[in-house]
């Protein structure tokens, strides 16, 4: 077990995050440089609201809970700092992505750089214990809150004739009632974890077909659509881990082990048995994937998610299945992700696992490794506590 604790440990504080240290940080203008080669060189210099809110998280996340080092509040800082001057439009909604001095270049599309901006600052607040940032989430949130029945505002193509529910939201909900505890109101944790407990559980998981569906019907049912069949394995097990802390808030077993079981039926489902490795996206039918010509490459951030949840729920239910998962997620993933060369890891495998794209950066950012690295790192270490109580 210690070994396994350093693997992760030492990848996290030895590798990556020196990586995003040393080659992210605009100096001059502020923020991150996040189109980052294999090497760290910077090949593009605009910059993008999305991975800056997540780096703002993760440089203060490691600050609240790994170590109170200064440089790391002053690199979540910078992003903060950033967002505020230059990252929202008239009314109040986040750009897309920015020049390097942080002139806007694209309106937002979605509302999904509003909830990384409000995540980043929710922990931001917690780390410098600076007001504005927990008034500056709280309001981000509010207008999340009143945008969610049509996140893409003008940008919205769709006509309403064939509804859909994407679980995106409630996977969103979740992580911000994991997150924003004491910057919201009680009262909306309280709704957040219960909504989005339910609703992912009930709603987006199939117990007939034991899938769990990206999009569904209102009704709960999956139109026989490219969209009404699509399943994304990433998404699934990374909403369940959060499910599985939520509810181990309350010692909640009955839902920790309904997710521990999606987990492993997810993974079942989507693992490649001829390469190896969790595929991208999936037809339910097993169609073609006519629009996610990508369906079975293999991302890091599938793998990421995978073993966060492996972990998380063998430390609540100890089941031998769980850890057969974790260990042969742990060994594809170490054997065919991590940079040995130039440190970091690759983003992006092809099916048989070889490199597809070797950039560290662009949307890969500074966010779901080295989130996997640091719930991998103290899951372990409490597994280990429990071994050694027993």
């Known amino acids: 077990m210690k070994e396994l604790i350093n693997q992760y440990k030492n990848g996290l504080l030895e590798d990556v995050i020196p ?22 060189n910077v090949f593009d210099t605009d910059k993008y609201a999305w991975p800056i809110g997540r780096q703002v998280w993760t440089y203060s996340k490691l600050y609240n809970e ?16 950033f967002l505020v001057e230059n990252g929202m439009d008239e009314d109040r909604k986040f750009y897309f ?20 901006a409000a995540l980043g600052f929710s922990q931001y607040y917690k780390a410098s214990r600076n007001a504005k940032y927990k008034t500056l989430a709280r309001e981000v949130y509010d207008r999340i809150e009143k945008r969610w029945s049509n996140p893409k505002h003008v940008f919205n193509k769709e006509t309403g004739f064939r509804p859909m529910n994407c679980m995106g939201k409630l996977m969103l909900d979740a992580n911000m009632a994991l997150e924003m505890e004491g910057v919201l109101d009680d009262e909306k944790i309280v709704s957040l974890k219960s909504n989005s407990i339910h609703n992912l559980l009930t709603h987006h998981y199939d117990e007939t077909l034991e899938l769990f569906f990206e999009n569904v019907a209102p009704d709960g ?22 499910v599985i802390d939520l509810a181990a808030q309350t010692n909640d077993i009955n839902t920790i082990e309904k997710a521990t079981d999606i987990t492993i039926k997810m993974l079942s489902y989507s693992w490649d048995d001829r390469f190896g490795g969790i595929y991208y996206f999936m037809d339910w039918k097993n169609k073609p994937m006519q629009w996610k010509l990508d ?45 040995p060369e130039f440190g970091e890891w690759y983003g992006y495998l092809n099916r048989r696992g070889e490199v597809l794209l070797d950039l560290k950066g662009s949307f890969k950012g500074c966010y779901h490794l080295p989130r996997s690295l640091f719930e991998c790192w103290k899951t372990l270490e409490k597994i280990e506590h429990d071994n050694d109580k027993s």
């Not at 992505?97 to 990384?116: R, T, V």
């Not at 999956?222 to 909403?239: C, K, M, N, Q, W």
């Not at 079975?296 to 100890?318: C, G, M, P, S, Y």
């Open 295 to 339: 369906w079975d490459q293999k991302l890091w951030w599938v793998h990421n998610e995978a073993l966060i949840a492996l972990l998380k729920a063998f430390h609540h239910t100890k089941r031998a299945d769980v850890w057969f998962w974790f260990e042969k997620v742990h060994t594809y993933t170490w054997k065919y992700f991590p940079d």
């Open 66 to 81: 790994v170590e109170k080092k200064p440089e790391w509040l002053e690199i979540a800082m910078s992003g903060a700092e």
């Open 97 to 116: 992505s920015f020049d390097q001095k942080g002139n806007a270049l694209k309106k937002p599309s979605n509302i999904y750089s509003d909830c990384f």
């Open 19 to 40: 990586f995003w240290s040393r080659y992210s940080l605009d100096k001059v203008h502020g923020g991150y440089l996040t189109s980052l080669d294999r090497k760290g």
């Open 221 to 242: 049912s999956h139109p026989d659509t490219v969209d009404g069949r699509l399943i994304v394995p990433g998404h699934a097990v990374e909403s369940m881990w959060m």
